[in-house]
């Protein structure tokens, strides 16, 4: 039998305490591994009879408004549990994913309209319905103020302490004028040409797109590359994922057919589109940003060289051709008259 030394297994724990610890918010179950039993739990939007069906909170506000919300901690766990109960800013991970701040980070916006009770105790099995008030200040700037509430548990080992949490998101829109808006910059275009003269090549295009508006928005448009002074273009698709107000996404896109003559002039325009809410009356403000590339043309060049040779190699061989042929015509003729010469009789 091999036997595990004391050593592997503790450093084990103590990676899984800090997978556990990284592991965003979200609807779904967590687990914590303390010095006790494992704890499981999942925290999701209710009313006041339980868990309602959705996967976050929504709501849209008028300043000074106050409303009350619920929230229910399911305890998975063999035994009773005492969860911390916390809201914060939030905000998307560079992958995408909605987050919140964490605990040892001061929130200045939506995670301070929340108020909650501080801890709640669950039954093993059971599920705890727990109230919460969200307060909109009377100055509150119209658009999204993201936040998260999570219900935490806090394990300790030796001398580290782990929080692990799980909740979801809460979107809350002040009402006011809604302002969706695409800022584009960092436009960069790279060409990558094919070796084949007569097979077009491609750019690749990098820009970021900044949420310079009020609202959460996602963004569609296109690209377009322009050459020949704008006789010739090819054009693409474009997307920009989920963004929150005054954050950015770095976009990559590609477009293929392009031949790269000379001059490029490269144009990214991407309209957004509000996320939730109602954006009847919304107010609209694509993006868009241009950059020229100036593009040797390499493979066209070599081609153009190799055929000027060939040309020039062929009227070589033809102009040799015709000086050999006229200078055996003017052989054949010296030939001729002297043997003219010397047949004719002498009077």
Do not use: C
Request: glycine share 10%; net charge neutral.
């Amino acid at each position: 039998m091999i036997r595990t030394p004391l050593r592997v297994l503790t450093r084990l724990l103590a990676v899984l305490a800090v997978v556990l610890a990284t592991v965003p918010i979200s609807a779904a179950g967590a687990m914590a591994e303390p010095t006790s039993p494992t704890v499981t739990w999942a925290v999701q939007p209710a009313d006041r009879n339980g868990p309602d069906g959705r996967r976050w909170i929504e709501r849209t506000l008028d300043p000074g408004e106050v409303v009350t919300e619920h929230l229910a901690v399911r305890n998975f766990s063999d035994s009773d549990v005492v969860f911390s109960l916390k809201a914060a800013d939030g905000y998307l991970t560079d992958k995408g994913r909605f987050n919140m701040l964490p605990s040892n980070e001061k929130s200045v916006d939506g995670g301070t309209w929340i108020s909650v009770q501080e801890k709640v105790t669950v039954k093993a099995g059971g599920t705890k319905v727990v109230p919460f008030t969200i307060t909109v200040p009377e100055d509150a700037t119209p658009g999204d103020h993201p936040a998260g509430i999570a219900a935490t548990v806090t394990s300790t080992g030796g001398t580290v302490a782990v929080e692990s949490r799980v909740g979801f998101r809460v979107m809350m829109r002040a009402s006011g004028t809604v302002t969706a808006s695409l800022a584009i910059s960092d436009l960069t275009a790279s060409y990558a040409p094919s070796w084949n003269p007569f097979s077009a090549g491609t750019i690749r295009v990098g820009y970021t797109a900044t949420n310079d508006g009020n609202v959460a928005l996602t963004g569609s448009g296109s690209v377009t590359v322009a050459e020949l002074f704008g006789l010739v273009k090819q054009d693409g698709p474009t997307q920009v994922a989920e963004t929150l107000p005054g954050g950015e996404q770095v976009v990559d896109a590609q477009i293929d057919g392009v031949w790269g003559l000379g001059r490029l002039r490269t144009t990214v325009s991407v309209t957004p589109t509000v996320l939730g809410g109602d954006a009847t009356d919304a107010v609209i403000r694509p993006g868009t940003a241009t950059v020229t590339t100036w593009i040797v043309p390499w493979p066209q060049l070599v081609l153009v060289v190799v055929l000027g040779l060939l040309v020039l190699a062929y009227r070589l061989i033809i102009q040799r051709r015709r000086r050999r042929l006229a200078q055996l015509l003017d052989s054949a003729r010296e030939e001729g008259r002297a043997e003219g010469r010397k047949a004719s009789p002498v009077g």
